[in-house]
């Protein structure tokens, strides 16, 4: 039997939505690491959230009647996007994150987006204790019961990428777990 060469294609250029395509990881968070990251958090998950809500918009006028399918997205994208920095059981990353990067009016309630809604939503696809609401209402707690507005926690969570990836400017032990679990997800995508 003759031995025949491997052959290789030409790696195709990066597509954010496509794992296979991801550059290697670089020893540092350098410059450019950070913007592959920012693409990929904003070009595969929130740009393609907030196309969704447009298309929702057109089509119905606002988010009523439509919600749980853009807050199920959103708690998908939040626990994708938080697994990069954060690690612990039981959605601590979900918290930490939202802790250390969404606006200050969330961080109270950063424990309960992971149970109340999070959980409920993509568990039960329902929610129990807690209420979404179809436009830009801020977050709030009354009478045990915590709400917002979809299109005010998607501008939060953007707020919330934005800042982790401005920590991650400067922050060691961030950077190591977000370059482990780049790498990690990097290498185990097919072509």
Same mark, same amino acid.
């Given at each position: 039997?003759?031995?025949?060469?491997? @052959?290789?294609?030409?790696?195709?250029?990066?597509?954010?939505?496509?794992?296979?395509?991801?550059?290697?990881?670089?020893?540092?968070?350098?410059?450019? +690491?950070?913007?592959?990251?920012?693409?990929?958090?904003?070009?595969?998950?929130?740009?393609?959230?907030?196309?969704?809500?447009?298309?929702?918009?057109?089509?119905?006028?606002?988010?009523? $009647?439509?919600?749980? @399918? @853009?807050?199920?997205?959103?708690?998908? #994208?939040?626990?994708?996007?938080?697994?990069?920095?954060?690690?612990?059981? &039981?959605?601590? $990353?979900? #918290?930490? /994150? @939202?802790?250390?990067?969404?606006?200050?009016?969330?961080?109270?309630?950063?424990?309960?987006?992971?149970?109340?809604?999070?959980?409920?939503?993509?568990?039960?696809?329902?929610?129990?204790?807690?209420?979404?609401?179809?436009?830009?209402?801020?977050?709030?707690?009354?009478? $045990?019961?915590?709400? /917002?507005?979809?299109?005010? +926690?998607?501008?939060?969570?953007?707020?919330?990428?934005?800042?982790?990836?401005?920590?991650?400017?400067?922050?060691?032990?961030?950077?190591?777990?977000?370059?482990? &679990?780049?790498?990690?997800?990097?290498?185990? #995508?097919?072509?």
């Amino acid at each position: 039997m003759k031995y025949k060469e491997k @052959v290789t294609r030409p790696r195709s250029s990066f597509l954010p939505w496509q794992p296979s395509t991801w550059p290697r990881v670089p020893p540092n968070a350098d410059e450019e +690491f950070l913007t592959v990251l920012a693409r990929i958090f904003n070009a595969s998950m929130l740009d393609e959230i907030r196309n969704v809500v447009e298309d929702i918009k057109k089509t119905n006028g606002d988010l009523s $009647h439509r919600g749980h @399918v @853009v807050a199920i997205a959103l708690m998908c #994208a939040l626990d994708a996007v938080s697994s990069y920095g954060y690690r612990g059981r &039981r959605g601590e $990353h979900i #918290a930490k /994150f @939202v802790q250390n990067h969404f606006p200050p009016e969330y961080r109270p309630h950063a424990d309960d987006i992971y149970g109340m809604y999070r959980n409920s939503l993509i568990h039960s696809w329902n929610l129990f204790e807690a209420t979404i609401l179809p436009g830009s209402e801020g977050i709030r707690k009354t009478d $045990h019961t915590l709400s /917002f507005g979809l299109l005010n +926690f998607l501008s939060a969570f953007q707020s919330g990428v934005d800042d982790f990836l401005k920590t991650l400017e400067t922050d060691a032990h961030l950077q190591s777990n977000t370059r482990n &679990r780049y790498e990690k997800l990097r290498t185990t #995508a097919r072509p």
